[in-house]
């Protein structure tokens, strides 16, 4: 969501050294029997993730300074980082806590909530089906869904590339105002769109661009019309397991597996801090329910860059991106390109992340936090991003976001 001046709306001390992570427990009972079990089964370490001598003293001492030092300053409780570079090394920590109220330490095995990083994964799934032949791109959103405003005029391509002139659900004050007064509360991909659909569009389609979330929610709907499966059965079945992602899942309510930080926001009515861990995350659906950790997101921030899951001349249509409007930053279908770096951004109540990955040096980067709460106007995760890249590739410094919520 977007942020006001009276309070923001939503859209979306301990280090650990690198070393064996264990496995996780069993998720909640009402996470999908064959995700849990496949969670359960797979080792999470992966041998390369630790080298001998990592990315060596000078390095990380200036990376473990850089991260406490931001952590400190945004008022982060809990920061965990994962950087790997091929021929050089990784670095992989932990710091800060899981929990204010225990000072349980936050550690390298948590799941999180990605907010917005779900885009990458709708995205994916809307491209196979390009592949399958079944959509087009240039196809009008009316074709599959009906009552959008324009809709004939509007495109797949154009809600992809966030580009199609929607008024963002989740700006609504009656949206925000319903939401946080019942954060448990279960909303439908329909009943979010109705929060937008009361406004006019705010642009003819194509014309420029519009972070918005009501463009991923018509989506997921056409995901769903064309494979006739639930948006999270097909991601699971074409995205996740293709792509050997075991401890990435797209949760049916407020579920979240077994370890996870507690998860902290200001985005409430009153504007005090709340702990969000457990609200529902259904608003934001095929924009940003799902949740994951800190090697599925290694090994997708590849896969999502590079077009593994993709046939090459559809990855080249997702990398042609346009501008966005902010320096340095343009934008693809559901990608984006931030001075070198791709990937995307994640913000929801309680949780930040930041998944990317620079092709000049195959180097990936992975951020994820356990609060929202901005810092002097700014994202906390892009702080993180910015510092931790203005150290490990001076020449590409991470600064971007594109989760306005």
Known sequence: ?????HRRMLAAALFVACALVPMATAPATAVQAGQAARA?????????????????????ARLDKAIEDVRREAAIPGVVVGVWMPGKGSYVRATGVADTATRRPMTTDGFVRIGSETKTFTVTALLELVDDGRIRLDDPISRYVHGVPDG???TLRQLAGMRSGLFPYTSDPGFVQDLLSDPQRSFTPREVLAYGFRHKNTFAPGKQFEYSNTNLVLLGLVIE??????????????????????????????????????GYTDQTLSGATADATDWNPSWAWAAGAMISDLYDLRRWADIVATGKLLSPETQAQRLRTLPTGLPGLSYGLGIFKANGWIGHNGSIPGYETVTVYLPAKKATLVIMINTDSLSGGQEPSTLL?????????????????????
């Open 385 to 405: 991003a910015r510092a931790i890249t203005g150290i490990i590739t001076p020449d590409n410094v991470y600064d971007g976001s594109v989760s306005p919520r």
């Open 225 to 262: 019309k064309v494979s006739g499966q639930r948006l999270a059965d097909f991601i699971d079945t074409r995205v996740l397991r293709p792509g050997r992602l075991h401890h990435t899942l797209f949760p049916q309510g407020a579920e979240f597996p077994e370890p996870h930080p507690r």
């Open 1 to 5: 969501m977007r942020r006001t001046p």
């Open 40 to 60: 359960a089964q797979v080792d999470r370490h992966d041998p390369d993730d630790c080298p001998p001598g990592g990315l060596g003293p000078e390095v990380t």
């Open 152 to 154: 004939r005029r509007i």
